[in-house]
């Protein structure tokens, strides 16, 4: 079946830096990638929809220049969390669709220090 | 109110037992979705459907689209089964929404 990796699984990082998250389509071409985060107990939340070959669609509420998104291949979406927060911390997920199925990679948990 | 519902928040159950989760939804569909959340964190895709029922080893996914309503049954749960169990609405806009899951507890 399709497979849709995601790296890295976790990351620990220090405040103020930014940390690249990769969501790579294995065995399938995805022109649409999607990104969520997720808190702790709570339900996923659609960050942003990333569209291979211009720019990222994001959600209301989340800061397109915090939270960078390019699609630059149809195997591989990258989401950057620019200087990070504390706050950023939390568990980031990607999706990939495919004949209208979501794929989804094994997620990110991201802890800022 | 949420557009999708998912009930119970919290199942505890015992080895061998039969579970059913429930997912009401007041959108429109063009599917709905059934995921399994591990501790960790990571998710796994167990159903896509958009009518009738699918089975896939101890797992029963049913859908009814006229009272928007679907239910995932474990039969026979394992320990392993613990995790959380999310259902998602897919509106054929490429965006779903996600209920807020269900906790499920599987104890020997």
């Known amino acids: 079946g399709a497979v849709v990796s995601q790296h890295p699984s976790r990351v620990i990082c220090k405040s103020g830096t930014s940390v690249k998250i990769e969501c790579r389509s294995l065995?399938?071409?995805?022109?649409?990638m999607f990104w969520y985060r997720q808190f702790p107990k709570k339900s996923l939340m659609l960050m942003a929809t990333?569209?291979?070959?211009?720019?990222?669609?994001?959600e209301q509420g989340v800061e397109k220049d915090k939270f960078l998104i390019n699609h630059a291949s149809l195997t591989l979406s990258t989401l950057t969390v620019t200087s990070a927060h504390p706050e950023d911390s939390s568990f980031y997920i990607c999706?990939?669709?495919?004949?209208?199925?979501?794929?989804f990679g094994a997620g990110t948990r991201l802890s800022v220090l | 109110k949420n557009e999708v519902e998912q009930s119970p928040q919290n199942l505890t159950a015992q080895e061998g037992e039969f579970i059913t989760i429930n997912c009401s939804y007041s959108?429109?569909?063009?599917?709905l979705h059934w995921l399994q959340q591990h501790p960790g964190g990571g998710i796994v895709s167990l159903f896509m459907?958009?009518?009738g029922k699918k089975k896939h080893g101890r797992l029963i996914a049913t859908i009814n689209i006229q009272e928007k309503h679907s239910s995932l049954h474990i039969t026979a749960s394992h320990p392993r089964d613990s995790a959380v169990y999310i259902c998602?609405?897919?509106?054929?806009?490429?965006?779903?929404?996600f209920g807020t899951g269900t906790r499920l507890q599987v104890f020997p």
């Open positions: 999706s990939a669709s495919r004949a209208d199925i979501q794929y």
């Open positions: 065995d399938f071409q995805a022109t649409t």
């Open positions: 990333s569209n291979e070959g211009s720019k990222a669609t994001y």
């Open positions: 959108v429109g569909i063009s599917a």
């Open positions: 459907l958009s009518s």
């Open positions: 998602a609405a897919d509106r054929n806009t490429d965006k779903l929404i």
